[in-house]
């Protein structure tokens, strides 16, 4: 059993091509969301066109229904200072979402699913696949 963490790219996909969560990992698979991930999917619903919000909406609410969420605890907020850190003395910025994401997924001993590797590629202590 992998313990996974999804990023906001790899469920916005997800949708937009009609899968379900559950297609995205193996039976036995753990999946989790970091808290953040499921505010931008929330604002997705927001900033949705009336003809498609409702669609949307539903489909994150069967998201986070199915899901479990990681909290942005103590524990998190100190491997997300290590990231931070870490991409400030080499100089690679990573986007502010992507670094609490990768804390998350250290923190809780979890592997990173994402679309886009390069926001958590490089960084110290983080898994990631695809």
Do not use: C, N, W
């Amino acid at each position: 059993m992998a313990r996974l963490i999804a990023d906001t790219s790899l469920l916005i996909s997800a949708e937009r091509r009609g899968q379900t969560i559950e297609s995205l990992v193996g039976d036995s698979d753990d999946l989790a969301i970091a808290t953040v991930t499921a505010a931008e999917m929330l604002v997705g619903v927001e900033l949705a066109g009336a003809r498609h919000r409702e669609a949307r909406r539903a489909y994150v609410e069967r998201m986070l229904e199915g899901l479990t969420i990681e909290d942005y605890t103590l524990e998190v907020a100190k491997a997300h200072a290590l990231l931070l850190a870490h991409v400030r003395r080499t100089g690679r910025p990573r986007g502010v979402i992507d670094l609490i994401i990768a804390a998350t997924a250290v923190a809780r001993d979890r592997i990173v699913i994402t679309g886009d590797r390069s926001g958590f590629e490089g960084l110290p202590g983080v898994s990631v696949s695809e």
